[in-house]
Nanobody, 124 residues
């Protein structure tokens, strides 16, 4: 069982990127994206419930990011628009076999599987 994150890169402020989280071995109940910048704790970005497509976002996302899936590819995406320099971070995808209740989806301790991280750098 493995999560493979990809899609990061160097972009300019205002640009868009789409990150991918490909799951192999099984489908998970809840997927999430987190990010980490140097000197900061890992931060919740968004979560996705596989069974019903429910999406949850951190307040600071403010409509700029969208999480979605491709069932056939067993992949979850994070579409990031209107990127700003503060979005510069290593982005991680995470998953849990069982569905996580909404109140806990932003807590990294509830996720059992983690991808390797993909670097996003936004130049201003």
């Amino acid at each position: 069982v493995q999560l493979q994150a990809s899609g990061g890169g160097l972009v300019q402020a205002g640009d868009s990127l789409r990150l991918s989280c490909a799951a192999s071995g099984r489908t998970f109940g809840t997927y999430a994206w987190f990010r980490r910048t140097p000197g900061k704790e890992r931060e919740f970005v968004a979560a996705f419930t596989w069974s019903d497509g429910r999406q949850d976002y951190a307040d600071w996302v403010k409509g700029r990011f969208t999480v979605s899936r491709d069932r056939a590819k067993n992949t979850v995406y994070l579409q990031m628009n209107s990127l700003i320099s503060e979005d510069t971070a290593v982005y991680y995808c995470a998953a849990r076999v069982n569905r996580i209740i909404p109140a806990y989806r932003s807590r990294d301790a509830y996720y059992d599987y983690w991808g390797q991280g993909t670097q996003v750098t936004v130049s201003s």
